[in-house]
């Protein structure tokens, strides 16, 4: 290489490296912008205390108050059968429904009204056989009388010597004989009155007779006691029936009850909520009051609500009779029995079925919360802790007391107050201090507000 060439390139290493160095030194550093924290977006909604409907929900079945399992009482030949005596067929009270031969209890009857009548033609002919020898008796006394005066002047002729001994025995034989004759005639009358009871307790015994005679026609023939659903019959006419023998069997339609289990908890939880004083806690094994509060509780303010499980739109109003003595000790619960007048009315198969034997109900029994109390989503509490929104939009953790939980509700009794704007969602991670966008949620309050007044939501 020349030295003019190695000249050049020296130059221009040199002119290279003045460059950098130049667009280095002019080089502006990066402009900083300020930090700005993003707001986590979260739904909120203001607590309010409201009005709560307790309820306890158990399920069971459906039975009817009453049921009529016809019995036949007499043998003999059904005659008669109701053309609508067959299985689920409706009939009203009053309806005769059955009826067995009556003729040899018609003969029975008959046999027993004329023996009657034959004994109560003896008492007659015993009172007037009485007033006879009442009668005669009267005379028999009067001639005894004469005769007790006959003889007591025979003694005295006697006495005298006027008369003589065998006339004086003469006398006094026949004063004998009357006297026989008038104790003959008062040991009559003596025996009239065991004669009379002889008789009386023969009347009594027909009377009897005659009675049964006629129980027995009456129960060759049945009829509908009340509305009735006839669940079973298998009697055909002309089949011979013995005593003893079921017919056929009807439920009552008038009344329903269902029988439902419930948690003795929840049950204690709606029954307080009628009164100041708390129920007592229930030893297992026992109920403890909680089969005395019929007397102790206004029963009539429950609301009390029946529901077809595989109908829900179907609903029936019921009324809590009792509670069965038993509890449960291993699932804490209850069987309540609850009524259900005219199961069968406004019914609409298949929309509107009605309460049939063995149908199986879901039960509703609510009071209204004395006072308003503060009720929020379950979903809102978070191993005992709620997530609040302050007044300057900065998370806030706050530890509450859960009164009880219902289904998706929770009662708080400590921690929350009117005002507090309760974050709705589960934020992770959940800091202290975090800054938030907070957006009112309606649609929640109005499924909140629903939900605590028992609607569906």
Do not use: C
């Not at 004994?119 to 007037?128: K, P, V």
């Not at 009485?130 to 005769?147: F, I, P, Q, V, Y």
């Not at 009735?228 to 009344?255: C, K, M, N, W, Y």
């Amino acid at each position: 290489m020349t030295r003019k060439n190695k000249l050049t390139l020296a130059l221009a290493l040199i002119a290279g490296i003045a460059f950098v160095v130049i667009m280095v030194k002019l080089k502006q550093p990066p402009e900083r912008a300020a930090a700005q924290a993003a707001a986590t977006p979260v739904r909120i909604m203001e607590v309010t205390p409201r009005e709560f409907r307790t309820e306890a929900r158990g399920y069971g079945q459906v039975l009817p108050a009453q049921t009529w399992n016809a019995v036949a009482n007499v043998g003999g030949r059904v005659i008669w059968k109701h053309p609508d005596l067959e299985s689920g067929n409706l009939i009203a009270e009053g309806t005769r429904l059955l009826e067995i031969d009556p003729t040899r209890y018609e003969l029975a009857e008959a046999s027993a009204k004329a023996d009657l009548a034959g004994i109560e033609a003896e008492l007659r002919q015993l009172e007037q056989e009485e007033r006879n020898t009442g009668e005669l008796l009267k005379l028999e006394e009067r001639r005894l009388t004469l005769a007790r005066r006959e003889l007591d002047r025979a003694e005295t002729l006697v006495e005298r010597g006027a008369l003589s001994q065998t006339r004086y025995d003469e006398q006094q034989r026949a004063t004998l004989q009357q006297q026989q004759a008038v104790q003959s005639l008062r040991n009559q009358l003596n025996l009239i009155p065991v004669r009379r009871d002889t008789l009386e307790a023969r009347k009594a015994r027909t009377e009897s007779a005659l009675a049964s005679a006629r129980e027995d026609l009456e129960d060759t023939r049945f009829e509908a006691p009340w509305d009735l659903r006839v669940h079973q019959a298998e009697i055909d006419t002309g089949q011979h029936v013995s005593p003893g023998q079921t017919l056929f069997i009807a439920d009552d339609i008038t009344l329903a009850e269902a029988t439902v289990q419930l948690e003795v908890a929840e049950l204690r939880r709606v029954l307080s909520q009628l009164s100041d004083d708390s129920l007592p806690e229930p030893t297992p094994g026992t109920t403890n009051n909680l089969t005395d509060f019929h007397d102790l509780l206004p029963l009539g303010e429950l609301q009390v609500r029946v529901t077809p499980t595989n109908v829900p739109e179907a609903q029936w109003s019921g009324e809590l009779t009792r509670v069965t003595s038993s509890l449960d000790p291993a699932t804490r619960t209850v069987q309540a029995v609850i009524s259900v007048e005219e199961p069968y009315r406004n019914a609409n198969p298949p929309a509107r079925p009605p309460l049939v034997r063995n149908m199986f109900v879901q039960a509703n029994i609510a009071a209204p919360t004395p006072n308003p109390v503060i009720v929020i989503p379950a979903s809102a509490v978070h191993q005992g802790v709620v997530y609040l929104a302050d007044e300057d939009n900065r998370l806030q953790r706050r530890e509450v007391t859960v009164g009880w939980q219902q289904r998706d509700l929770a009662v708080i009794s400590e921690g929350l107050n009117p005002g507090d704007r309760l974050i709705l969602d589960d934020l992770v991670p959940a800091i202290e201090g975090t800054l938030l966008n907070p957006k009112s949620d309606e649609s929640t309050a109005q499924w909140l507000q629903k939900m605590a007044a028992g609607e569906q939501p």
